[in-house]
């Protein structure tokens, strides 16, 4: 980078890993209260702040999320004083999901109140893979860093999980189930069916590019997926597994082919799946590893997916 005098806050974890991996660490002065890694960010001040309780059930989330957008409300507000103290050349911020971090409308606002000159807003909004290589390539440019090494990279290992199944028949595919949400039921969309069939499944229910969509449990037993992937939008790994309880002890659960032959998998989907930056290739990795494992394994078992063992799948005794 050119100039040293380059302040950037980011407002979107992915933005932030973008950042980090392009070598943009030490400019950047501020975050939001979601963007925790890499590690060496987390000393920088918090600009934002959610207007709900994270820590309540799906459901719970879900009405709150519902409630606040009725009433016209943002979901996540920004603090302008630190974003005064901090005093930012750029902002980077999205444009793609209200739920998911600060709109873009919230920061054109937080702007106009700003110190002068204001800061440039680096809006992102990826729904393919390509719209991520895309992103990077851009936030490069506008601050004059080689992204080329980066993305090569990225599209190298990407291309590794390609030719690893390419011999696989029709057959060896099996269809997979995405969870993004629990209560009420989503399956993820956006770049996840993308990255389930570059790894050799077949998507159910949803397209590339699309939107996330709701099902019905009904739906989702009737389809019978081979596999199933708990990815909730904001959860790790134990909070994914508190929470698949509430499917997976339901009697009719053990309907589902992936129920009965051990194929159901959760995830730390607030690290991986649900950040459209560098490390959906690490989440490319790991649905190779849950699909294939004859074919992958790269290690991230245990950390990043686990298996839902099968003591978690039983329903629970009527009391």
């Not at 709701?214 to 790790?236: H, K, Q, R, Y």
């Not at 698949?244 to 607030?270: C, F, K, M």
Request: aromatic share 6%; net charge negative; hydrophobic share 40%.
């Amino acid at each position: 980078m050119k100039d040293s005098s380059v302040r950037i806050v980011s407002l979107i974890p992915s933005g932030t890993e973008i950042l980090a991996a392009l070598g943009l660490t030490d400019a950047i002065v501020g975050r939001s209260h979601e963007c925790d890694y890499p590690p060496e960010i987390q000393n920088r001040p918090i600009c934002t702040a959610a207007r709900l309780n994270s820590n309540g059930s799906s459901q719970e989330i879900h009405n709150q999320v519902n409630n606040l957008l009725q009433s016209a409300l943002s979901i996540y507000e920004i603090n302008i004083e630190i974003l005064e103290q901090v005093r930012p050349t750029h902002i980077v911020t999205q444009d793609q999901c209200d739920v998911c971090a600060v709109s873009l409308q919230d920061v054109e606002k937080a702007v106009a109140n700003l110190i002068d000159p204001a800061p440039q807003i680096i809006s992102l909004q990826p729904n393919l893979l390509e719209d991520v290589w895309q992103d990077i390539e851009r936030i490069g440019n506008i601050f004059e860093v080689d992204s080329v090494k980066l993305l090569e990279d990225l599209e190298a290992r990407v291309k590794i999980c390609q030719q690893k199944i390419q011999g696989l028949s029709l057959k060896e595919l099996p269809t997979v189930a995405c969870i993004e949400w629990i209560d009420p039921l989503m399956v993820a969309a956006n770049w996840i069916p993308e990255l389930v069939n570059l790894v050799g499944g077949q998507t159910l229910f949803s397209a590339s590019g699309q939107p996330s969509a709701t099902i019905s449990l009904e739906t989702l037993i009737a389809t019978n997926p081979d596999v199933i992937v708990f990815m909730p939008c904001g959860w790790d790994l134990d909070r994914t597994r508190q929470e698949a309880r509430l499917l997976t002890q339901r009697p009719e659960w053990q309907q589902i082919h992936a129920a009965q032959s051990g194929r159901v998998y959760i995830t730390d989907g607030n690290a991986y799946f649900n950040r459209p930056g560098p490390r959906l290739v690490d989440s490319l990795e790991i649905l190779a590893e849950m699909l294939h494992p004859e074919i992958f394994d790269y290690g991230y078992k245990g950390t990043a997916w686990e298996v839902l063992s099968a003591d978690e799948l039983i329903p629970m005794a009527v009391v």
